[in-house]
């Protein structure tokens, strides 16, 4: 009699592809919502400072105060832990698959693209552990103040600490070239397979990247230019 082992329906390669999937999303609704958050600054000091108290009200009286903030919290470690655990199980079994390098042009371009998504996601994990201790606990905010947030980011992004927006700036660049690809794989797995639908899924996830960085960019800038101040 044979035995043959099977893997549980979520440690198959389709399986862990939809981790990645279903973590990314909740990633990116949160880029999203966090984006907007932030472009609140325009809108002046009362409300941006409003804004961020109101963040960790959310859920009251339902929920005592800040809890839907760790909840929050916890969902998004979660889904960080399980997006790069499934990473990185794919990545060491399409390695093991195939010790010998292919020879095919195409491939380069795949593994280029895999390459940029593992460094990427590396940057980007540094990048928000340094934004959490800088923008949320304050310990490497010039001001740490957490009843005034509109200030520690006007004194973050200040003109003489233009390299905290040179940083800001590469790490958000890193994360809109990590979601161009993410996005562009969940385009194209979801549309038409063929080439016109592979070309628009491609320009949606270009628009979309552009347009998430655009927004992210615009704060440290502003404050870097005097735009806010
Ligand atoms: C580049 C412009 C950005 C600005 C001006 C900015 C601003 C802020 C501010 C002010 C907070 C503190 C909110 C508060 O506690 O009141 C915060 C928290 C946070 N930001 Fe950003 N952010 C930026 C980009 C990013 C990016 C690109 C990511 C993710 C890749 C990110 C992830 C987070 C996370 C995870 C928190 C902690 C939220 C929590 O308290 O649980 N931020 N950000």
Known sequence: MVITKTRSPIRTNVGLKVVM??????????????????LKIFTGE???????????????????????????????????????????????RARAARPVAYAHRKKIHVNYAARTMRWGGVIILLFVIYHILDLTTGHLNPQGDPANPYGNVVADFAPERWYVTLFYALAVITLGFHLRHGAFSAFRSLGQQTPKGERRARTAALVFAVVLCAGYLMVPFAVLTGLVA
């Open 21 to 38: 999937a279903v973590t990314g999303i909740l990633l990116v609704l949160f880029l999203i919502l966090h984006m907007l958050g932030n």
């Open 46 to 92: 009362t409300s941006f400072d409003h804004y961020a108290h109101w963040l960790r009200s959310i859920g009251t009286p339902l929920l005592p105060t800040t809890w839907f903030l760790w909840i929050q919290r916890a969902v998004l470690t979660v889904a960080v832990l399980a997006h790069i655990g499934a990473a990185t199980v794919l990545a060491l």
